[in-house]
């Protein structure tokens, strides 16, 4: 029974430990003031201990993967 326990636990444990560190896909396009695509420009999330950055496309589109925890 104390096995079975402890299997069902470290089982559970995984399984949380998977759910919460799952990433996260931030995207968006980015336009200046008169509404046009900025092409190649650099974007960036930064946390306290990690940096995720990527930089948009030629229609200003941009997709960064990052850790659920820094995205609020």
Do not use: H, P
């Amino acid at each position: 029974m104390k096995k079975r326990t402890i299997f069902i636990f470290s089982v559970y444990l995984l399984w949380v430990t998977e759910v919460f560190s799952q990433a996260v896909k931030v995207c968006g396009k980015l336009v200046d003031d008169r509404a046009s695509a900025v092409e190649f420009a650099n974007v960036a999330l930064k946390s306290a201990d990690k940096f995720y950055g990527t930089a948009s496309d030629e229609d200003g589109y941009f997709e960064i993967q990052a850790c659920r925890g820094i995205i609020r």
